[in-house]
């Protein structure tokens, strides 16, 4: 038994923070890093703040990172899909 198996979210969440990229499948080391920091504030925390840390910068955050916090929250209202 597996009971460290990370989330398929991560990878979702990573991917969003880094930005969609042509032709890029992976996110970078540093958004895959910051992705359960992310989930977490997805779940318990503001947008202001999620955007705020994908931006990284404070206190504001730019539209793009507003926009990518409001795309993870959306995903991660949504319930598990049935494997
Ligand atoms: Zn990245
Ligand atoms: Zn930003």
Do not use: F, H, W
């Not at 992976?26 to 925390?45: D, E, H, M, V």
């Not at 947008?47 to 409001?70: F, H, M, N, R, V």
């Amino acid at each position: 038994m597996n009971a460290t198996e990370p989330s398929p979210l991560l990878g979702d969440v990573a991917q969003i923070a880094c930005g969609p990229r042509q032709g890029k499948t992976r996110p970078c080391a540093a958004c895959q890093t910051k992705a359960p920091g992310l989930l977490t504030l997805a779940y318990t925390g503001t947008p202001e703040a999620l955007a705020a840390a994908i931006c990284g910068t404070t206190p504001d955050s730019c539209q793009d990172c507003k926009t990518k916090a409001e795309t993870i929250i959306s995903k991660t209202a949504q319930p598990p899909r049935a494997a």
